[in-house]
């Protein structure tokens, strides 16, 4: 982010306006398929002194006004040129990366800028067939010039997230593991329960209890200590979902589906788990048990 320019508008004069700044040339926004909003995006007439907006910055900065026509003033101490009249608004676009909001943006029309420029290329079919074809039409333009680091968008957007995609993987193999000990742990737990109360199983069968009453009984009594788990989970990630909110995209740290889904998969399970012991406990015969006991 730069300190970029002052917009001398009788609202706001001298108000410091903090926004990214980018030289792009003609065809930027429709090879990136960047909606123009008003006005119109880079032509090959631009000069540096036309410059297009995108709507975060309009919105924050122009107060809902027409943005069109209006100059943009360099700041004295900005190392970067964002000084120009406004042509066009552009729409938002995460230009810091996918998991990256929008930020209000400056586009300077400009073409090639040195020493490095970078070049997008829309191409239909594979991409890099057509990666010689571009470094032989560019070297024709201008021999001098480098052409290297050709890669497909969608790949270098992948190679972006990687860091990510790792972290994600273990994190997602941590918690299979968890919930897997998780469920073994309530399995575990209820047959042991399950075993120190046969005599009392054993006596309500004689006393005339159903089966499925003691099924029922077992089956609330895990589905309780469930809940309370799953209630005690839900506390801990609402305070501590902030630090995997930047290897989200597209989903909120706080989303509801996702919680909905993870709590409704914990109760499946340790109603699967519960059901089992409960069964095995109900099957005992009275006498037995209290022969034994």
């Not at 552009?90 to 090639?112: H, K, M, Q, V």
């Not at 490095?116 to 991409?127: A, K, S």
């Not at 333009?141 to 290297?148: A, F, H, K, Q």
């Not at 089956?219 to 839900?234: F, H, N, T, Y």
């Amino acid at each position: 982010m730069v300190d970029a320019c002052r917009q001398p508008s009788p609202a706001s004069t001298g108000r410091r306006v903090l926004a990214d700044s980018r030289y792009v040339s003609a065809g930027y926004f429709d090879t990136m398929r960047i909606p123009v909003l008003a006005g119109e995006g880079c032509r090959q007439a631009s000069t540096t002194s036309d410059v297009v907006v995108n709507r975060s910055f309009a919105n924050l900065y122009m107060g809902g006004a027409a943005a069109i026509g209006h100059k943009l003033e360099q700041a004295a101490y900005n190392d970067f040129s964002t000084a120009g009249i406004v042509r066009g608004i552009a729409g938002d676009a995460r230009e810091e990366g996918l998991n990256a909001l929008p930020t209000p943006t400056i586009y300077s029309c400009f073409s090639a800028p040195d020493p490095f420029p970078n070049y997008l290329v829309r191409t239909r079919g594979e991409p890099m067939q057509m990666a010689e074809e571009v470094r032989r039409r560019i070297h024709e333009l201008e021999p001098g010039r480098s052409v290297y680091a050709i890669v497909p968008l969608q790949q270098h957007l992948r190679d972006s997230f990687s860091d990510d995609r790792l972290r994600t993987m273990l994190l997602s193999m941590f918690a299979l593991t968890a919930m897997s000990l998780a469920c073994i742990g309530l399995y575990g737990t209820l047959s042991y329960l399950a075993r120190l109360r046969q005599r009392e199983v054993g006596v309500r069968l004689a006393l005339g209890a159903l089966r499925s009453q003691i099924v029922g009984r077992f089956l609330l009594q895990g589905m309780r200590s469930a809940a309370v788990g799953c209630a005690a989970g839900l506390a801990l990630a609402a305070g501590l979902s902030h630090f995997l909110a930047a290897m989200l995209y597209g989903v909120s740290e706080v989303d509801p589906a996702t919680y909905s889904s993870v709590v409704l998969l914990i109760l499946l399970v340790a109603a699967i788990a519960s059901l089992v012991p409960a069964v095995r406990a109900a099957c005992v015969e009275p006498v037995k048990v209290l022969r034994e006991e």
